[in-house]
């Protein structure tokens, strides 16, 4: 019998589609009682008290850089190995992304070269367009794959150089951190910085199937987001039509980046079974670990001890020196043998874009412009069943062996 594992596969059950279909019929589908639900419940979730829904992560980012005033022309530390977002929303506002190298083990931003790269802009110019009269105001990590970076590093690099912190925790949810085993663990958005985002698409550790979700501890903050997130009205369309009054005033000129109660109801419920989702997905990752361990043409994730790891990546590395094959060879070959992969990611520094506009080389990030060609990530999701994930084993390891030097 044939096998053919997706990359993912969403995780939805009977009560998700019978809220969607309860929505459907209560005559309310835009933003109104289940949105409110829904932030609520994932605030007290994650350890927050202001949580904002809203229809992408990307929305949630770019609401958080708004909200903590970026103008045109500053800066803003951002990781290179990332998707798209987390820079692209740097230039919304018309302000520079300084791209920055990552760490070897984990692939999450190296705080080390963020460093070096802030006292090069010091002195010389960065990839032969950034000066020193730049202003630097932020910085944007990413929990790489949902494991999460050390936050008293980050916060302390932050607060070293007068820096806000926003956390692009698209991957991180549920994740965690502690400073040792005999710490507390400390929640992702649990005051981690002063905003983070998360993602709710289709793919993510729980899903909308569109959607994304921004916390933070500051109630200024959260209400210039919520503000903003539809258009800069005074109150959104179920406060006017529930009896708060038809009328509305401008303050700003805002976005349309409002959550549906559609999508609503699927999270509420999704958010109920996001730690057993988890559990899923953690011991798929233990059972990749004990099964692809001996493979001496990979490497596999790091793990930690004191990390609680969401899981929502499996990214293997090839030993290319140990193969025969490059890595874009190995994937189409896991396509044939019908396995579904991605690869997290092509740096941002490697696109025609940040290289055009900002004059950056793949000599500027030697750990990322070397990883990136390595990386393959393969399926890991909830429901994945026995003979899915033994079929992504035994092709693995059967390439490994078939064009191994």
């Not at 998707?83 to 740097?90: G, I, K, L, S, Y």
């Not at 506002?93 to 300084?98: D, E, L, S, T």
């Amino acid at each position: 019998m044939r096998i053919q594992v997706p990359f993912f596969r969403a995780d939805l059950n009977a009560q998700e589609v019978e809220e969607v279909v309860a929505t459907l019929r209560s005559g309310w589908l835009t933003s109104g009682p289940k949105v409110r639900r829904f932030e609520q419940e994932f605030a007290a979730t994650v350890g927050a008290p202001y949580a904002v829904a809203v229809n992408s992560c990307t929305a949630a980012l770019h609401l958080a850089v708004e909200a903590l005033g970026l103008k045109p022309g500053q800066a803003v530390l951002v990781p290179t190995m990332t998707f798209a977002t987390t820079a692209e929303v740097v230039r919304y506002m018309g302000a520079i992304p300084v791209l920055v190298d990552c760490e070897p083990l984990t692939t999450n931003m190296d705080l080390d070269d963020a460093a070096r790269k802030l006292a090069q802009l010091k002195s010389e110019p960065l990839a032969s367009t950034l000066t020193e009269d730049i202003q630097l105001v932020g910085i944007i990590p990413v929990h790489v794959g949902g494991m999460m970076m050390n936050i008293d590093a980050v916060q302390s690099f932050s607060a070293a150089d007068g820096l806000w912190a926003i956390e692009d925790a698209a991957h991180a949810f549920p994740a965690a951190w502690r400073r040792s085993p005999d710490e507390p663990w400390q929640q992702c958005g649990e005051g981690t910085a002063a905003v983070t985002c998360f993602s709710f698409y289709a793919n993510k550790t729980i899903t909308t199937g569109e959607g994304g979700m921004a916390v933070t501890h500051d109630a200024e903050v959260a209400e210039r987001m919520r503000l903003m997130s539809l258009h800069g009205l005074s109150h959104d369309a179920w406060e006017r039509y529930s009896g708060g009054g038809w009328d509305y005033r401008i303050i700003a000129p805002g976005y349309k980046y409002n959550l549906t109660d559609i999508a609503a109801g699927i999270g509420i419920h999704q958010l109920a079974r996001a730690e057993q989702m988890r559990w899923q997905r953690e011991d798929i990752a233990r059972r990749y670990l004990e099964a692809l361990g001996d493979v001496e043409e990979l490497e596999l994730p790091a793990k930690d001890e004191n990390r609680i790891h969401s899981w929502h990546l499996f990214p293997i590395r090839l030993r290319l020196e140990r193969l025969l094959i490059n890595r874009n060879v190995f994937i189409e070959k896991l396509k044939q043998s019908d396995v579904g992969c991605s690869v997290h990611w092509r740096p941002l520094h490697l696109h025609p874009y940040y290289q055009e506009t900002f004059g950056w080389r793949p000599e500027d990030f030697p750990v990322a412009t070397a990883l990136w060609e390595r990386l393959v990530s393969l399926p890991i999701f909830p429901g994945m069943r026995d003979n899915e994930l033994a079929h992504v084993v035994h092709t693995v390891r059967r390439l490994c062996a078939q064009y191994a030097r």
